[in-house]
């Protein structure tokens, strides 16, 4: 049953960061490292070169907060798999990221497919992030005139 209970946390770990990224919430994203966590992007499909590196919660809160450029995100969960190791958990979690920007007359997709790669450890009986590497394998942009759209 605990084998159950610490997928279904882990997962849930997952999808809160996901939604309080989406409500525009990067404290409450943030809150879900450790202390001194450390966010990783690589935005060229490897983890050779990182474009960005956040350690600690304010920095993450910062580059959480960054999405807010854009009028709406919506991140999409795919599948997952964790392995748990008694306090400590290894994970990956595919997702499809979907921004949107509205220009004048025009509005901006951009659509990033994203592994997510995580450490996890559990404190106080509760599971945080203590790495997240955020790998995006590929990206879209489209623009569409929204005078199209009626």
């Given at each position: 049953?605990?084998?159950?209970?610490d997928?279904?946390a882990?997962?849930?770990?997952?999808?809160?960061?996901?939604?309080?990224?989406d409500?525009?919430?990067?404290?409450?994203?943030?809150?879900l490292?450790?202390?001194?966590?450390?966010?990783?992007?690589?935005?060229?499909?490897?983890?050779?070169?990182?474009?960005?590196?956040?350690r600690?919660?304010?920095?993450?809160?910062?580059?959480?907060?960054?999405?807010?450029?854009?009028d709406?995100?919506?991140?999409?969960?795919?599948?997952?798999?964790?392995?748990?190791?008694?306090?400590?958990?290894?994970?990956?979690?595919?997702?499809?990221?979907?921004?949107?920007?509205?220009?004048?007359?025009?509005?901006?997709?951009?659509?990033?497919?994203?592994?997510?790669?995580?450490?996890?450890?559990?404190?106080?009986?509760r599971?945080?992030?203590?790495e997240?590497?955020?790998v995006?394998?590929?990206?879209?942009?489209?623009?569409?005139s929204?005078?199209?759209?009626?």
């Open positions: 049953m605990r084998a159950l209970a997928q279904r882990l997962e849930r770990l997952t999808e809160e960061y996901a939604h309080a990224t409500r525009r919430e990067p404290g409450r994203a943030a809150a490292f450790t202390e001194d966590g450390l966010f990783t992007m690589f935005m060229d499909g490897t983890e050779n070169e990182p474009a960005a590196h956040y600690g919660r304010p920095a993450i809160t910062e580059a959480i907060a960054s999405v807010t450029r854009y709406a995100t919506t991140h999409f969960l795919g599948q997952r798999s964790f392995e748990v190791d008694g306090d400590q958990a290894q994970g990956e979690t595919y997702c499809l990221a979907y921004h949107v920007r509205k220009k004048p007359g025009l509005q901006v997709n951009v659509v990033l497919a994203i592994r997510y790669l995580d450490t996890c450890v559990r404190r106080d009986g599971w945080l992030l203590s997240r590497r955020l995006t394998d590929w990206m879209e942009r489209s623009e569409h929204l005078a199209d759209r009626r």
